[in-house]
C-alpha cells in the first residue's frame, strides 16, 4: 500500500521568511496530492492540492510543487506571517475509486515574530 | 453553519467500558469517514462509508463499530475500550468520495482511556 514520508518534523522560521514541507509517496498510482493545515484544537482543513498531471499550482502565498518521477511533493509559503503556524499534513491518494488518503507524518510550522 | 460536527468533543472513562462518538454533516455530502490521531498528531483512516454503505475498513479491531442511520450521520462505537484507544478521533465528509473530493474534517473528539 501507500506510504507518504513528510519532512521536516518541525520548522521554525522568522515571520515574513519562507517555509518549505516536502512529502515523498511510494505507489506510482497516487495521482492526487493535498495539503492540510490543522491549527490547535481543531481539524484538519485543505489548503491546497494538486494532481498528476500538473507540475505546479499556486494559490497566493501557498503554492505546491510535484515530481512525479522522482515521487516527491512539496509545499512552499512565502511571507509567513504568524497565523501559519499550525501542523501541516501532506496526503496521497488514487483517484479513482474510493478516495483514501495516506497522511504524512506531519510538520509543526511555528513562525517567530 | 454548515459544518461537520461531533460530540462530545471530550470523553474520559475507564477500561472495559463501552462509548459512542456521534458525527453530523449538514454539507449534502454522499461519504463520510472516520480518522484516529495519535498522540504523534498521525492521521490514518479507519472507516468510509458511501450513502450508508461501508467502503473502506482498514484492518480495524472489531470492537470499533461504525453506524451510518442515514448519510448525514456517522457514529463510531467502541466496545470494551483499551488504553490504546486512547486518542483524537476525527469524522470527516466529501461529496462523492472519489476522485480529488476534498475532505472536510469535524473538530475531532479527544478520547482518553484510564
Known amino acids: 500500500g501507500e506510504n507518504v514520508e513528510q519532512h521536516p518534523s518541525t520548522l521554525s522560521v522568522q515571520e515574513g521568511d519562507s517555509a518549505v514541507i516536502k512529502c515523498t509517496y511510494s505507489?506510482?498510482?497516487?495521482?492526487?496530492f493535498p495539503w492540510y493545515k490543522q491549527e490547535l484544537g481543531k481539524g484538519p482543513q485543505l489548503i491546497i492540492d494538486i494532481r498528476s498531471n500538473v507540475g505546479e499550482k499556486k494559490d497566493q502565498r501557498i503554492a505546491v510543487t510535484l515530481n512525479k518521477t522522482a515521487k516527491h511533493f512539496s509545499l512552499h509559503i512565502t511571507e509567513t506571517q504568524p497565523e501559519d503556524s499550525a501542523v501541516y499534513f501532506c496526503?496521497?491518494?488514487?483517484?479513482?475509486?474510493?478516495?483514501?488518503?495516506?497522511f504524512g507524518q506531519g510538520t509543526r510550522l511555528t513562525i517567530n515574530p | 453553519d454548515t459544518a461537520v460536527s461531533q460530540t462530545p468533543k471530550y470523553l474520559v472513562t475507564q477500561m472495559g467500558n463501552d462509548k459512542s462518538i456521534k458525527c453530523e454533516q449538514n454539507?449534502?455530502?454522499?461519504?463520510m469517514y472516520w480518522y484516529k490521531q495519535d498522540s504523534k498528531k498521525f492521521l490514518k483512516i479507519m472507516f468510509s462509508y458511501n450513502n450508508k454503505e461501508l467502503i473502506i475498513n482498514e484492518t480495524v479491531p472489531n470492537r470499533f463499530s461504525p453506524k451510518s442511520p442515514d448519510k448525514a450521520h456517522l457514529n463510531l462505537h467502541i466496545n470494551s475500550l483499551e488504553l490504546g484507544d486512547s486518542a483524537v478521533y476525527f469524522c470527516a465528509s466529501s461529496h462523492h468520495g472519489a476522485g480529488v473530493d476534498t475532505q472536510y474534517f469535524g473538530p475531532g473528539t479527544r478520547l482518553t482511556v484510564l
Open positions: 505507489d506510482s498510482a497516487s495521482n492526487y
Open positions: 496526503a496521497a491518494s488514487i483517484s479513482q475509486g474510493a478516495q483514501k488518503l495516506v
Open positions: 454539507l449534502g455530502h454522499d461519504t
